[in-house]
């Protein structure tokens, strides 16, 4: 295996990945959602397991970003025959509306939890079972 450029290429010339620059920026993104479901599968109280959703929230709406953005890095406010060079407003309409919905569920969340925290102040899992 060598590395030629950025693809990386086995010893009879196939080529095994090609590294875009898209897909190099979508590996934090995608580590990020691996650390959230980690984080979400093996949290023993209830505000770790908020704050594991909202890291995976936050990975998703930036790999919504990341694609809406690819088509131009300006917004359409200019004349039309310039408007090939612009990115489409349409998924960032929807990554808005997901940032509100995110919030709004985090913020239902955590009232739940401030709830619950009345019966058991540490959120364990473990003591709200019983």
């Known amino acids: 295996m060598t590395l030629e450029g950025q693809d990386l290429k086995w010893e009879n010339g196939s080529t095994m990945m090609e590294l875009t620059p898209e897909k190099i920026r979508l590996i934090p993104m995608v580590a990020l959602i691996i650390i959230g479901c980690f984080g979400l599968l093996n949290s023993k109280s209830i505000l770790r397991s908020l704050f594991s959703l909202d890291v995976i929230d936050t990975a998703t709406i930036s790999i919504f970003v990341l694609i809406a ?48 925290g009345r019966q058991s102040p540490m959120l364990r899992y473990r003591n709200l079972e019983k």
């Open 69 to 116: 953005a690819s088509g131009g890095a300006q917004t359409p406010i200019v004349a039309e025959s310039r408007y090939s060079q612009y990115s489409d407003p349409y998924p960032q309409a929807i990554i808005l509306t997901a940032i509100v919905i995110g919030f709004a569920t985090q913020a239902l969340l955590c009232a739940i939890a401030l709830r619950l």
